[in-house]
């Protein structure tokens, strides 16, 4: 059964980057069945898609921050990583990385998620 | 971007009911429609897939219908342990989107 664990700092500073690193575990990142995915969720409110990645390179973004974000992968640490820069507080939220299965379906394995707060 | 609709934002029943839940797109998403059970401090768990589909593991009594921009999530006979908060969620088109959750509280 595949795993996943958010990792990173819990408190950024505004104006900063935030990153998190998802691992992986259970299966490997580079089966091209998958995508990986990140999603949150300000406390109390809907959850929100930021983007996923694909072996392939293949990388999709919501365009709402678009501007902001990016998602790599490290095939050798079964990892993928998000990075979002010049957060607000705004961006506190908890992140989810989750496993999308594309084409053939929606998110369906979820890390349990990791809370980071935007404060000076 | 498609905008889903869930309601009612709040349904109070008791075990043992049946609660029907609704979630309305924008437009339509075909049948690429996904429900999702959420409870505190727990990331969500994928119910029902394509419309229709149950995922892997999930009870019988859960069970969901629609196509286009109308869609129900129905739970025959509520368990204690279905009292949470559900989410819709599109992937037809981009980007994906979820709604923004029913609230299935005790009565």
């Known amino acids: 059964q595949v795993q996943l664990q958010e990792s990173g700092p819990g408190l950024v500073k505004p104006s900063q980057t935030l990153s998190l690193t998802c691992t992986v575990s259970g299966g490997p990142i580079t089966n091209d069945n998958y995508y990986w995915a990140w999603i949150r969720q300000p406390a109390g409110k809907e959850l929100e898609w930021i983007g996923r990645?694909?072996?392939?390179?293949?990388?999709d973004y919501n365009a709402s921050l678009k501007s902001r974000v990016t998602i790599s992968m490290d095939t050798s640490k079964n990892q993928f990583s998000l990075m979002l820069s010049s957060v607000t507080a705004a961006d506190t939220a908890v992140y989810y990385c989750?496993?999308?299965?594309?084409?053939?379906?929606?998110?369906?394995?979820w890390g349990q998620g990791t809370l980071v707060t935007v404060s000076s | 971007e498609i905008v889903l609709t869930q309601s009612p934002a709040t349904l109070s029943l008791s075990p043992g009911e049946r609660a029907t839940l609704s979630c309305r797109a924008s437009q339509s998403v075909s049948t690429y429609l996904a429900w999702y059970q959420q409870k505190p401090g727990q990331a969500p768990r994928l119910l029902i897939y394509?419309?229709?589909n149950r995922a892997t593991g999930i009870p019988a009594r859960f069970s969901g219908s629609g196509s286009g921009t109308d869609f129900t999530l129905t739970i025959s006979g509520l368990e204690p342990e279905d009292f949470a908060v559900y989410y819709c969620?599109?992937?037809?088109?981009?980007?994906?989107?979820f709604g923004q959750g029913t609230r299935l509280d005790v009565k």
């Open positions: 394509d419309a229709v």
């Open positions: 969620h599109q992937r037809a088109v981009w980007p994906r989107a």
């Open positions: 989750a496993r999308d299965r594309g084409a053939m379906g929606p998110e369906d394995f």
């Open positions: 990645i694909h072996i392939s390179g293949s990388v």
